[in-house]
């Protein structure tokens, strides 16, 4: 039997996995990230894939390894254009360096878009591969993906989905990515981390939805997301939309707000009268299912 290794490669944890063809996950493995790509992240991620296939003893039953970053990554899904959160992994062609050290064809992609794939499979949205999905994944930083009629949408260069980083108007911000005001500078768990600090200093992180939902500084946080979310929403005209995200799961987060404040952005009568709200929770496994599952739906 073949399987495919998925891995998760974020800000703070590396996740490995071994996923077989009907989605069960084995050997599941969480470490630390910046460990492996401090110094020379071809070779760290290399020597941890080939020593985990001889810890479980998979050697010959791997057809291929898929990795998720939280990157722009190329077309051909293998070289990484920026990751501005964990530089050890910054304008490297990963896949094809990675494809030669390990002998098995390697699959790059941003983690974004394989949490989308694992939605879809997890609650079964897709089953005639005609529909059109948005992902909005709020956390650090704004995630987006888009999948049309069986596919991840990519676009030309293969970035498509940086919804986080479209400009905002009268916003001066600087953004990790280099550009002045993107979206994700003033909604994403990084700008909620400043709005706590500054308004509500005696509150940990954790209770600033269950504590301060009513404010207005918080209800326009969620405003916000809203309008960013209706864009793409209004332009794609989706048959579904996953709402995830470390920020979107909060304890006190309201999501009948967000719904209604989405809704009132939307074009009338469609779709906003019969679009369909999806809220998810994300697992440490679901990257590496959802990477596993890309190889596998490539092939079918």
């Known amino acids: 039997m073949d399987y495919v290794i998925g891995i998760d490669i974020g800000g703070t944890n590396f996740r490995i996995g071994t996923v077989s063809a009907d989605g069960k996950l084995m050997n599941f493995e969480k470490k630390s990230s910046r460990i492996l790509v401090a110094d020379g992240a071809v070779e760290g991620i290399s020597k941890e894939i080939k020593q985990y296939i001889i810890r479980y003893d998979l050697e010959g039953k791997i057809k291929a390894v898929a990795i998720g970053v939280p990157s722009i990554v190329s077309k051909d899904k293998s070289f990484v254009y920026s990751t501005p959160n964990l530089k050890g992994i910054d304008n490297i062609d990963l896949g094809n360096l990675l494809s030669n ?54 676009g030309k260069n293969g970035v498509a989905g940086e919804l986080g980083h479209v400009p905002m108007y009268g916003v001066k911000e600087p953004c990790s990515c280099g550009n002045i005001g993107c979206a994700e500078t003033i909604c994403s768990g990084l700008y909620l981390e400043k709005i706590a600090k500054e308004f509500f200093p005696n509150t940990i992180i954790d209770d600033i939805f269950e504590k301060h939902s009513n404010e207005p500084v918080i209800e326009d946080f969620v405003k916000t997301i809203a309008i960013i979310a209706a864009t ?55 990257g590496v299912l959802g990477s596993a599952a890309y190889v596998f739906n490539k092939e079918n």
């Open 101 to 154: 050290h390990l002998n098995l064809p390697v699959y790059i992609d941003r983690d974004v878009n394989y949490l989308l794939i694992n939605d879809i499979k997890s609650n079964n949205l897709d089953i005639n591969r005609d529909k059109t999905i948005l992902g909005f994944y709020v956390g650090t930083g704004f995630g987006n993906a888009i999948y049309i009629n069986g596919n991840l949408y990519s």
């Open 232 to 286: 793409e929403i209004n332009i794609l005209d989706p048959d579904y939309v996953i709402l995830a995200g470390g920020v979107i799961s909060m304890k006190g987060f309201s999501k009948d707000f967000l719904v209604s404040e989405i809704r009132k952005s939307l074009r009338k009568p469609y779709p906003e009268k019969n679009i369909e709200f999806i809220f998810t929770e994300q697992t440490q496994q679901s």
